[in-house]
């Protein structure tokens, strides 16, 4: 199988995560897309041109980021990152908080990197800053217990680790003034899950292309 993905993008990191704590990395080729490139491959894989994508070995491709870590959790078992019953739907909520989180700080970024600076809508981007706001202030209000090791980890979890460290690369360490809860917990998951730094992308070694991000 094939991951098409890009270093920064943060849920391609969520698929790179999973792919570590499910022992699935042997699996998987990670394969780097430009998503700004219309020669690239990627647009006849996902007609989207998004990444991350998984070109599975029988030539299909599965996205976006939220299928990828089921079909994942599917290779690995079952029930490694999603829970079984009704405990699956806060999960599944959670991830989904945690990737429209991750969903808003990028439309703030392409708000800048797209538009000439006398173009640019300073309450659209207000509109999307808040939603991080939210979005945060939720977390830090359920934060999810401290993992001791990966196993427990479950993709709310997984994805909210990729989300808070989106924001370190491309906002800097303002959101952890006012949420020391989620500062304490992403500490404990980056012990737990040795991976997060492993796919920590330094923000010197950033691409310059204008679209690598996306979901």
Same mark, same amino acid.
């Given at each position: 199988?094939?991951?098409?993905?890009?270093?920064?993008?943060?849920?391609?990191?969520?698929?790179?995560?999973?792919?570590?704590?499910?022992?699935?990395?042997?699996?998987?080729?990670?394969?780097?897309?430009?998503?700004?490139?219309?020669?690239?491959?990627?647009?006849?894989?996902?007609?989207?041109?998004?990444?991350?994508?998984?070109?599975?070995?029988?030539?299909?491709?599965?996205?976006?980021?939220?299928?990828?870590?089921?079909?994942?959790?599917?290779?690995?078992?079952?029930?490694?990152?999603?829970?079984?019953?009704?405990?699956?739907?806060?999960?599944?909520?959670?991830? &989904?908080? %945690? +990737?429209?989180?991750?969903? /808003? =700080? $990028? #439309?703030?970024?392409?708000?800048?990197?797209?538009?000439?600076?006398?173009?640019?809508?300073?309450?659209?981007?207000?509109?999307?800053?808040?939603?991080?706001?939210?979005?945060?202030?939720?977390?830090?209000?359920?934060?999810?217990?401290?993992?001791?090791?990966?196993?427990?980890?479950?993709?709310?979890?997984?994805?909210?680790?990729?989300?808070?460290?989106?924001?370190?690369?491309?906002?800097?360490?303002?959101?952890?003034?006012?949420?020391?809860?989620?500062?304490?917990?992403?500490?404990?998951?980056?012990?737990?899950?040795? &991976?997060? %730094? +492993?796919?920590?992308?330094? /923000? =010197? $070694? #950033?691409?310059?292309?204008?679209?690598?991000?996306?979901?």
């Amino acid at each position: 199988m094939k991951l098409r993905s890009s270093p920064p993008s943060p849920f391609g990191r969520k698929i790179k995560l999973a792919m570590a704590m499910l022992g699935l990395k042997d699996r998987i080729e990670i394969v780097e897309a430009n998503t700004a490139d219309p020669a690239d491959s990627l647009r006849g894989q996902n007609p989207l041109g998004k990444i991350p994508a998984l070109v599975l070995e029988n030539g299909d491709v599965l996205y976006d980021s939220a299928v990828i870590l089921e079909y994942l959790d599917f290779l690995a078992g079952g029930n490694k990152l999603f829970p079984a019953g009704e405990a699956r739907f806060a999960v599944l909520r959670d991830q &989904a908080l %945690a +990737d429209g989180i991750m969903d /808003a =700080a $990028l #439309l703030r970024v392409y708000e800048k990197r797209f538009k000439q600076p006398g173009f640019r809508d300073p309450a659209w981007d207000a509109y999307q800053s808040e939603k991080v706001v939210r979005g945060l202030a939720y977390f830090e209000q359920n934060t999810p217990p401290e993992p001791a090791s990966a196993k427990d980890v479950d993709a709310a979890g997984l994805t909210l680790a990729c989300a808070l460290g989106y924001l370190d690369l491309r906002f800097g360490d303002g959101w952890r003034r006012d949420h020391p809860g989620l500062v304490r917990w992403l500490a404990a998951f980056e012990v737990a899950v040795p &991976a997060y %730094a +492993d796919t920590r992308q330094p /923000a =010197a $070694l #950033l691409p310059d292309d204008a679209a690598v991000e996306l979901k």
